[in-house]
Structures are given as structure tokens and as C-alpha cells.
């Protein structure tokens, strides 16, 4: 039987499973034919873990025990500005754990992001079992290009807890152009404009043949389809307190049921002018009648609501063309990704700013997860190819998108099997500089931002004093001239360093991000040549005792 690989967008809204068939590659959809599925985990009463749609709606009732948008969270440190934030915001209580971990608190469990975000995992490698008809452990699994090599290391950390063995780690934009150009035999600059549930990315590629290459990339973090909802909810609060006197923002499940209703009329205005609802029994009066609120909604308003918005991602193509050095007009196409860009103001923006009809024939939904499915497969390919096939000289040839010479078979000989597929080859790069602390509260930049990636750098440490058998530096990601500004990953600790005199013992350290976008460190001793102990200790990173304990306990739930 074929094995499959699992490509994931892992959303913050919704996620995506996809595989390559023989016809080419196919979101994995659920009972009711639903590709996306929401990127909620609902912790029921009775002790069963919902997930996807049936979370969705648990959050209207029960929003404490509902957890959404925990890739907001993931590989984070609690203790950091944007998870205090959060947690500020968020129905569900979070605390910090050991070495500083963001802990969920739900019912009776405690839960860290990682294993929220595995019990989504699982849910979507039930749903494509469901529909494959087989076990599948295998998946690429995608991230935003800005994602921290900590984001990074912990998305990593759900997919094994989900029991998969993840294959790679894409970006979502590299996969979105592999859904695009992969056997095209392309030669052309695209920029993939990604407006999504809570987030804006914008990456420029270069695509030859099957060589993907990414110029750069920028985006915000705070900046999605959730922003318009709240724009609407906005209104929607006002026009109820003038009506009723009643303060809806007092009311977190009123609140709730607001954000789910103005989510509905946004999608709506996609498809037509006007949106009209009706919102029963929203709150009750001083009296106890039942106040509801009737909602009528132009998209002419909705447009001068949402204006600002959709400005601001053109600031940050702005960004993305000086760092990838080229004027907007060399773009040859522009791709739309994520479930923001069904909002014509956008599409109609997008188009006036570059100047030409964006490409949209590929679901703006399903793109992400198609591209990692392609990707899946060849790596498939890479590992095991078909025993039939000579594969000596195949991989090399097979990369650049070559494929193999077709040799006519002599008269008599069964015709050879057809060549292997050309192979994509990815050649991403680092979102944020990687950097290390030095004196006077400043960052030394070891790998600067957007460096192709794998990349690696060698630098030279030494110990401060005499006889000192150990350092450690903090190192972080960031552009900030100012350590303290920058994204702290953790430490760097060298350990076993020869006792010697203060200057005397060189340390060659060499930083290597990996293709899955992770860093990786060893060290040498520069005299001896002696290997040394380099480890890094992260932040809020889960250790390997913790892994999976809430998730076995719990045990995932709520099927396809
Ligand atoms: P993410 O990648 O962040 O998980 P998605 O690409 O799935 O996000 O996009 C989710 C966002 O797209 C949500 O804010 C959702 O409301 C919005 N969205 C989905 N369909 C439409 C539509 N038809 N019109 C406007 N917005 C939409
Ligand atoms: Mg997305």
C-alpha cells in the first residue's frame, strides 16, 4: 500500500491536512466534506476532548474550558509581554510552569500549548486516516516564515505528542508557492500576500523550475481577520447599549456570542452588499425581558471600517521589497492565501497596489496544506524511492528539475517504470536575526535576518577568568541593537572547558539553523580540537519527562 505523508497547515483559526495522490495533491476533508477545521479544543464536562467544529461551538457556551488561537501562544515564555497580553484577553486562565512554560489551565488539567495544539494535530491525522483509509505518522507541518526558532521547536514538540513524526517543518508561504509552481517549470517572481485569521505575512520568491527561493519576508503578528470581527462587534456593542441601555461589555458570554455573529456577517459581506441578522435573547433587561439585537450591516461600511486595516499590509509589502532589494514591478504574480483575502476591499486593494489581478485559482484556504503535502512526498520520495528505479544518480539529477534521460528500451525489454517526479528544492530564509548578549546590554548579530537557511556561523569564545570550566551566554532573535528588546531563546552553555589561564582557551562555536528553521550549536576547543559540550536551554521549552503527560491522561477525543 502507498504511505502517505500528512501535509498540516496548522492555523490559528483553522487547520488543513492534505496528501498527495496519484492525481495530484487533495485536502483531506471530514464526515460532512470539511477541509479546515477550526484550531479550537473544548475540554467537555463529561471529560472528552472536542476539537475543530464541535469546539467551535462549545465556545459560545463554554468559553472558559474552550481554548482558541494557541498558536498565539506557542513557544512562548509566560513571562513574555505578548503572553501576559493574551492572557489578559483570553476566557481561559494561564499560569506559568517550570522554566517559565505558559501552562493552560482548564477543568481539573493543566495543559501546556504544545499539547493544546497536539490534540488539534491529532484531530486533523484522524480525519485524513478517516478518509485514506490507512494509519498515516508521517507530516510536514507549517509555520509562519516569522515564527522563532523556540515557535519553531515547540510546534515540533506537538506534532510528536499527536504521535506523528514530523518529516519537516515548512514556511507557510514557501508551501503556498510549492502549491503553485511545483511541475510548472515557472521562472518568475512571485510574492505570496497571506492574510489570515489573526495574523499578515508577505513573502517574495523566486521560483526556477523546481527551486523555490525565498527573498524575503515580513509580516504582523497582530494583524487579521479577528480585527475586522472586532471592528464589527464594535459596532455592534454601541448600537445595542444606545437601544437597550445595556452594556454588552460586561457580559463575557454575550461578548462571545457578539464575536461569533459579527464573524458571520464579515463572510457574508464577501458574498453580497448587505447583511441583516437578528441576535435573540442577547441579554436580559432590568425587568428580565429578553433584549435582542437587530443588526443591519453595508459593505460600503464595512469597507471605510476595514480601510485601515488593509493599508497597513501594504506597509509591510513596502518592507518586504527593501529587504528583497527589488522594485514592486518585478513581480510576476501575487498569490492570495488565507481566509482574509475573500474580503473584496482586500482583493481590490491588492489589486490596485500591484497593479495586476492576483492569482487566486487555488482555495485561499487550502493552498498552505497542498504545498505541504508536495512537499511530504518527495521527501518520501527522497528517503525510499521505488526499488524499481536506479538510484544512484536519480536524487541529483531529480533536484534541479531535470528529471532523467528517457532511454528507448531495446526491442524485447519491458518498458522502464516512468521517471520520479522532479523533486522541489526549498531554499528558505531566517526570519530575525539570531544573536548573542555581550557587555553593556547589547546583542552581537551571529546570523542576520533573512540569510538563506540552513546557514551557519562560526564564532570564537573564551572564558572571562582564570581556571573558569564553564560559560554561558544568553542568546535571542531580534533586529534590536539592544539584547533586552530582542526575543530571548535561552542560553548557550559550554561546560568541561580546560582549566586554564584567563585568554587561553578559545572556544570555536558554530550556530547552524537548520531546513526545518531550528538552531543548532556545537563547539570545538580551538587548541586541542577536542569537541565540547554546547547545549542550549531554552525558555519555556517543555522537557522530555513533561512531554505528552496531559494528552495521555486526557487521551484525545472528539473524532472526525
Ligand atoms: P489562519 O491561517 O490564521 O488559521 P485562515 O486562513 O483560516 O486563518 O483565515 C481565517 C480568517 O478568514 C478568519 O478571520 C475568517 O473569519 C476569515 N474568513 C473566512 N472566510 C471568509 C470570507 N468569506 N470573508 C471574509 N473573511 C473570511
Ligand atoms: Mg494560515
Not at 505523508?5 to 492534505?18: F, P
Amino acid at each position: 500500500m502507498a504511505e502517505f505523508v500528512l501535509g498540516i497547515d496548522l492555523g490559528t483559526s483553522n487547520s488543513v491536512a492534505a496528501a498527495e495522490r496519484p492525481d495530484g495533491p487533495e485536502v483531506l476533508v471530514d464526515a460532512e466534506k470539511r477541509g479546515p477545521q477550526p484550531s479550537i479544543v473544548s475540554f467537555h464536562p463529561s471529560g472528552s476532548v472536542l476539537v475543530g467544529h464541535e469546539a467551535k461551538r462549545r465556545r459560545l457556551i463554554d468559553a472558559e474550558n474552550t481554548i482558541y488561537s494557541a498558536k498565539r501562544l506557542i513557544g512562548r515564555p509566560f513571562s513574555s509581554p505578548e503572553v501576559q497580553k493574551i492572557a489578559k484577553q483570553m476566557p481561559y486562565p494561564m499560569v506559568g510552569g517550570d522554566n517559565d512554560q505558559t501552562i493552560i489551565e482548564v477543568r481539573d488539567q493543566r495543559l501546556t500549548v504544545p499539547e493544546v495544539s497536539a490534540f488539534v494535530l491529532h484531530h486533523m491525522k484522524v480525519i485524513a486516516e478517516r478518509t485514506l483509509r490507512q494509519t498515516v505518522n508521517k507530516a510536514v507541518i507549517t509555520v509562519p516564515a516569522n515564527f522563532n526558532d523556540a515557535q519553531r521547536n515547540a510546534t515540533l514538540a506537538a506534532g510528536e505528542i499527536a504521535g506523528l513524526d514530523v518529516l519537516r517543518i515548512i514556511n507557510e508561504p514557501t508551501a503556498a508557492a510549492l502549491a503553485y509552481g511545483h511541475g510548472k517549470k515557472m521562472d518568475r517572481k512571485v510574492l505570496v500576500y497571506d492574510f489570515g485569521g489573526g495574523t499578515f505575512d508577505v513573502t517574495i520568491l523566486e521560483i526556477h523550475g523546481e527551486v523555490f527561493e525565498v527573498l524575503a519576508t515580513a509580516g504582523d503578528t497582530y494583524l487579521g481577520g479577528d480585527d475586522f470581527d472586532v471592528l464589527i462587534m464594535d459596532r455592534m456593542v454601541a448600537q445595542f447599549l444606545e437601544q437597550t441601555r445595556y452594556d454588552a461589555r460586561q457580559d463575557g458570554a454575550a461578548m462571545e456570542r457578539l464575536r461569533s455573529v459579527a464573524e458571520q456577517v464579515k463572510c457574508q459581506l464577501s458574498g453580497q452588499g448587505r447583511s441583516v441578522v437578528q441576535v435573540q435573547e442577547l441579554a436580559y433587561g432590568p425587568d428580565g425581558a429578553a433584549l435582542n439585537l437587530d443588526f443591519v450591516l453595508q459593505r460600503d461600511d464595512f469597507e471605510k471600517l476595514a480601510e485601515g486595516l488593509v493599508d497597513r499590509t501594504f506597509a509591510i509589502c513596502d518592507e518586504a521589497f527593501k529587504l528583497a532589494q527589488i522594485p514592486i514591478n518585478v513581480v510576476d504574480e501575487v498569490a492570495l492565501v488565507g481566509g482574509s483575502t475573500r474580503i473584496p476591499l482586500v482583493r481590490e486593494s491588492v489589486r490596485s497596489y500591484f497593479a495586476r489581478a492576483p492569482l487566486a485559482t487555488i482555495n485561499p484556504d487550502e493552498v498552505v496544506a497542498l504545498g505541504a503535502a508536495i512537499q511530504g512526498a518527495s521527501l518520501l520520495a527522497a528517503v525510499a524511492p521505488p526499488p524499481s528505479l536506479p538510484t544512484a544518480s536519480a536524487p541529483q539529477t531529480t533536484l534541479q528539475g531535470r528529471g532523467m534521460p528517457a532511454i528507448p528500451p531495446a526491442p524485447g525489454e519491458t518498458r522502464p517504470p516512468p521517471p520520479p517526479k522532479p523533486r522541489p528544492l526549498l531554499l528558505d530564509v531566517t526570519p530575525m536575526s539570531l544573536g548573542v548578549a555581550i557587555v553593556g546590554g547589547y546583542a552581537k548579530v551571529i546570523i542576520p535576518r533573512n540569510a538563506q537557511v540552513p546557514a551557519e556561523q562560526m564564532e570564537v569564545f573564551s572564558p572571562g577568568a582564570d581556571g573558569q570550566t564553564s560559560v554561558s551566554f544568553r542568546i535571542c532573535q531580534g533586529e534590536s541593537q539592544r539584547f533586552e528588546e530582542n526575543t530571548e531563546l535561552g542560553e548557550l552553555i559550554l561546560a568541561g572547558l580546560r582549566p586554564a589561564a584567563r585568554g587561553e582557551v578559545k572556544i570555536e562555536v558554530t550556530f547552524e539553523i537548520d531546513t526545518n528553521g531550528v538552531l543548532k550549536v556545537h563547539a570545538k576547543d580551538e587548541t586541542t580540537g577536542r569537541m565540547q559540550d554546547a547545549t542550549i536551554k531554552l525558555r519555556g521549552e517543555l522537557g522530555a519527562s513533561e512531554m505528552s503527560d496531559a494528552f495521555e491522561r486526557i487521551g484525545p477525543g472528539g473524532g472526525a
